[in-house]
């Protein structure tokens, strides 16, 4: 099984609009999470980091439901700059980061 | 402040020729790095990784080897490539306190014909 799993996508959202989409994750034990995105044929970036049950960097929130086992990333006021892939990475207790396939948004003006 | 440099961005190369991708992170000492190849459309595959000079750890069996010569440096090979070695290959750092937390180089798009 799966340590995550995503929707793929695409998201196709208008400028200015919110998206949300979740992450599901098999180990209940998971206490933290990473949000990472990925622009097309680029490397992955930090977005955000998830400690506790969740945290908000300005027009991102993500959320975590430990009773359901997922993890959410919302987007609000949408720009074209958020067109990427959104890649969930639960925190390994050793070096091996899980990089699934994420979910792909795209931003349309 | 950290930066990763890798190199080169684009490659193109026959099978059965050799590799080299080099993989250099400056602003830190004793980083973890990582070695990982993205096949289109999919995630992320850890290659190798390794926590300190001469140690390397391989996570799949493959027609690759990496070696760590100096603390910052990370090189990836190959004696002889196939064509399923084709991929987007990325090199990583991280801490060895924040492991989790990885910073990745631009990437090589290795073209195998």
């Known amino acids: 099984r799966k340590e995550v799993e995503q929707d793929p996508g695409p998201f196709n959202v208008p400028e200015g609009a919110t998206v949300a989409f979740n992450c599901t994750y098999s180990n209940s034990a998971s206490q933290s999470f990473f949000w990472y995105r990925q622009d097309c044929r680029k490397e992955p970036k930090l977005l955000m980091s998830v400690y506790s049950s969740g945290n908000e960097d300005g027009r991102f929130t993500a959320q975590l439901n430990r009773a359901s086992q997922y993890i959410s990333l919302l987007i609000r006021d949408s720009k074209l700059s958020d067109s990427a892939t959104y890649l969930c990475?639960?925190?390994?207790?050793?070096?091996?980061?899980?990089f699934g396939a994420g979910t792909t948004v795209t931003v349309r003006a | 402040s950290q930066t990763i440099h890798q190199w080169p961005a684009t490659l193109v190369q026959p099978v059965g020729s050799p590799l080299s991708l080099e993989c250099t992170v400056e602003g830190t000492s004793n980083p973890n790095l990582y070695w990982y190849r993205q096949a289109a459309g999919r995630g992320l595959q850890l290659l190798f990784y390794?926590?300190?000079?001469?140690?390397i750890s391989s996570e799949v069996p493959q027609n690759l080897s990496a070696s760590r010569p100096q603390d910052r440096q990370f090189i990836l090979s190959s004696k002889k490539l196939l064509l399923s070695d084709s991929g987007f290959y990325l090199c990583?750092?991280?801490?060895?306190?924040?492991?989790?937390?990885?910073?990745f180089g631009a990437g090589t798009r290795l073209s195998v014909l």
């Open positions: 390794s926590v300190g000079i001469g140690q």
């Open positions: 990583a750092w991280s801490g060895t306190v924040s492991k989790n937390i990885q910073y």
């Open positions: 990475v639960p925190k390994a207790s050793d070096y091996k980061l899980s």
